[in-house]
């Protein structure tokens, strides 16, 4: 990730509650879902990248009005049945640790902590395979004009607006790049260097011993430390009615463009055919060293053109003269009008690798039985005197948190 980029990410702009949105869209007329449209594009090196595209999915069961939109990209490494799993596996994990009877907002505030307990679930039924290939996951939910980006690993998720600023919804766990993901590892006891070859001279990125993973964070990966861990960066945020375009892409992609290059070679383009010039775009410039795998996603405003436009130069040069600035907070004046400008509020973000710190401290309790429902695997479990602290978790899931905490010596899952 460039320095530029990394700047991006640590401007954050007042979080806005999810509430306060939805009541707007009511005021203001602003009720209407938008239209997504989708591409994708690869081309495989290895055969290790998946991809999950289901955009017309029902929260509530033969209900249309509930429908919302997954996207998602598995880059696997060390073979692919890490990948496949979590594509098969993944979403109904997520799913099943929502509680049931939501309404929309409710759903919408509950997903964040869904979205880590989903993943950490997945990596625990994988390892419990024992097998030792692992993934990177980007996940993206799109409901309305809400989005919420989970991820682990080094593919990426960007928002382009009508306005041409580029936003990272994603933060990369690369130990090269990410010093804060370095410093986690190593006082959690492992070790991060680079590769040592005949004579001592050291080449490569930097890895995370054992195992030599240049990833802070995956799904599986059962044969490095358990500080390599599956808690998701999480993001969440609302566009206005203005709509927006997601890259969502493989590292095969990043490694030979940055975000505002892939963003601006496949502008004025309909979906399907960006995800295309995406892929060839960064063929032409490194060549094919890696899996690379796009998916393009346009939400586009109810009753206006598919294609989004090419911003005009006076907005581009206006935003380049506010330093960091990614997120607008104008409101839209009238109901039913695009916005002169493309806004984007944030909800939602938090990347810590605690788990205490992602699931809370709910009890959900079944008043029938006395037991409570594990807030990462939804299993059932009788209360103790162990299970006091922190989120309620059943013993295994427990000693999944501790282990990645560095709470105990590193061992097979």
């Known amino acids: 990730m460039s320095e530029k980029e990394t700047m991006k990410m640590k401007t954050m702009p007042p979080l ?42 029902l929260r509530v069961p033969e209900d249309p009005s509930t429908s919302f939109s997954v996207f998602a990209i598995f880059d696997g490494h060390n073979g692919i049945s890490a990948a496949i799993f979590a594509k098969e596996n993944l979403l109904n994990n997520i799913l099943s640790a929502i509680p049931q009877g939501c309404d929309r907002e409710e759903w919408l505030q509950a997903l964040p902590r869904a979205l880590v307990a989903g993943f950490v679930k997945t990596d625990i ?17 799109i409901d309305g004009w809400t989005i919420t980006v989970a991820s682990v690993g080094d593919s990426r998720c960007i928002l382009d607006t009508q306005t041409g600023v ?47 993973l240049c990833l802070s964070r995956s799904i599986g990966d059962t044969d490095v430390g358990e500080f390599i861990v599956p808690i ?47 892929v060839k775009e960064a063929l032409r410039s490194r060549g094919l060293k890696d899996d690379t795998t796009c998916v393009v996603v346009d939400i586009i405003p109810y009753g206006y053109p ?48 605690m788990l205490a710190e992602r699931l809370g401290k709910d ?29 309620m978790l059943c013993s295994k899931c427990s000693r999944k948190k501790d282990a990645m905490e560095g709470k105990r010596a590193n061992v097979g899952h």
């Open 16 to 57: 806005v509650p999810l509430g306060t949105l939805i009541g707007r869209e009511l005021r203001h007329g602003n009720v209407e879902k938008p239209t997504i449209n989708y591409g994708q594009a690869a081309l495989a090196k290895k055969g290790e990248d998946y991809f999950l595209i289901k955009p017309d999915f």
């Open 166 to 212: 580029v936003s990272l919804l994603t933060v990369d766990h690369r130990l090269e790049e990410n010093v804060e993901e370095r410093e986690r590892v190593t006082a959690s006891g492992g070790e991060v260097g680079r590769l040592n070859i005949f004579g001592g001279n050291e080449v490569g990125p930097l890895r995370c011993w054992p195992g030599g």
């Open 232 to 278: 998701p960066h999480v993001k969440q945020v609302k566009l206005s009615n203005c709509g927006g375009r997601l890259i969502i892409a493989s590292d095969g992609i990043w490694d030979a463009l940055s975000s505002d290059m892939a963003a601006q070679c496949c502008r004025g383009l309909p979906a399907e055919l960006a995800a295309k010039l995406v």
């Open 125 to 141: 039924e994988f390892q419990q395979k024992g097998e030792t290939s692992g993934t990177t996951v980007t996940f993206v939910v």
């Open 306 to 353: 598919a294609i989004p436009q090419t911003p005009k130069k006076k907005q581009n040069l206006l935003t380049s003269l506010i330093p960091g600035k990614r997120f607008h907070n104008s409101l839209n004046k009238e109901p039913n009008k695009l916005s002169s400008v493309g806004t984007v509020e944030e909800l939602f973000e938090e990347g810590s690798a």
């Open 363 to 391: 009890l959900a309790l079944n008043s029938n039985s006395g037991t409570f429902r594990c807030a990462v695997c939804q299993g059932n479990e009788a209360p103790n005197d162990e299970l006091s602290a922190g989120p």
